[in-house]
């Protein structure tokens, strides 16, 4: 078996950790004879760039695999967004153009999209990715001038051989995305009035916004739970947005 783990940590950009372990059992003398192993793949930020260090483990120690891995370095990228065994990363490059690199840790495969020409103008500003299997979806700001600017959501179709993408207008700020039930749930800000926090909800086979709620201030992510539905953070508490009915239930804590 053989699982993939995100953690973000301090001292380094990003830590991926693909597992495989075995265990023997025997089922005559009802004991639990385990013997675990697995294999790490460590992502460290030096001097700008992203490379990876291959680890292995055991149950008693850990160490290092001098072989080479199959992640090409990068410079550091500006977003990532995490998928099962999928890395998508954000690069952004000196002449304003953007590329997104999506490694796949179980095939070892890395494939690059631009996803900004150069011709464009320089004053965008990411904010929030998201990747499916042939889709990727990037959140960014434009500055119209010093007090104003334009949100959008950016569609790339990758599924043929040249990306082709739509921009889709947002009312607010985007701050974070997720994915769930052929739905994109975009978590806003809005920054100019209120400074509260909201939803917006993209139908994927449509491209169109199909609904918006308010959500209350402080808001600090969203992301999708084992049910495939929205779990909206708080400081105190968090809220579970049901995917498909837009439902919603408070869960406090202490």
């Known amino acids: 078996m053989k699982k993939t783990y995100y953690l973000i940590h301090a001292a380094l950009a990003l830590i991926i950790i693909g597992c495989s372990n075995s265990n023997d059992v025997s089922n005559e003398n009802f004991e639990e004879e385990e013997s675990v192993t697995a294999n790490y793949t460590l992502l460290l930020e030096e001097d ?3 490379t990876a260090q291959l680890l292995n483990a055991d ?40 590329e997104i690199t999506v490694h796949n840790f ?15 103008t320089c004053s965008f500003t990411e904010k929030a990715i998201a990747y499916t299997s042939n889709t990727l979806y990037i959140a960014y700001e434009v500055e119209i001038t010093s007090s104003i600017s334009e949100y959008f959501i950016r569609i790339v179709d990758i599924s043929k051989s040249e990306p082709t993408w739509v921009d889709v207008p947002l009312l ?15 978590l806003t800000l809005d920054e100019e009035l209120t400074g509260e926090h909201g939803i917006s909800i993209l139908n994927l086979a449509t491209s169109s916004i199909i609904h918006e709620m308010l959500i209350g201030f402080d808001a600090h992510r969203i992301f999708r739970n084992p049910d495939k539905n929205i779990i909206i953070s708080y400081e105190e508490l968090h809220t579970t947005l049901n995917s498909s009915t ?6 406090n804590y202490g």
Do not use: W
């Open 106 to 120: 179980e095939t070892s495969v890395s494939k690059t999209y631009s996803v900004f020409s150069a011709m464009e």
């Open 48 to 50: 700008g760039l992203l």
């Open 172 to 186: 607010l700020k985007p701050v974070e995305l997720a994915i769930a039930n052929n739905r994109l749930f975009i």
């Open 59 to 98: 149950a008693d120690k850990l160490s290092i695999n001098t072989e080479t891995s199959d992640f090409i370095s990068v410079t550091k990228p500006t977003l990532t967004f995490e998928e099962g065994q999928v890395l998508s990363m954000f690069l952004r490059h000196g002449d304003c153009s953007a």
């Open 246 to 251: 837009f439902a919603v239930q408070y869960t």
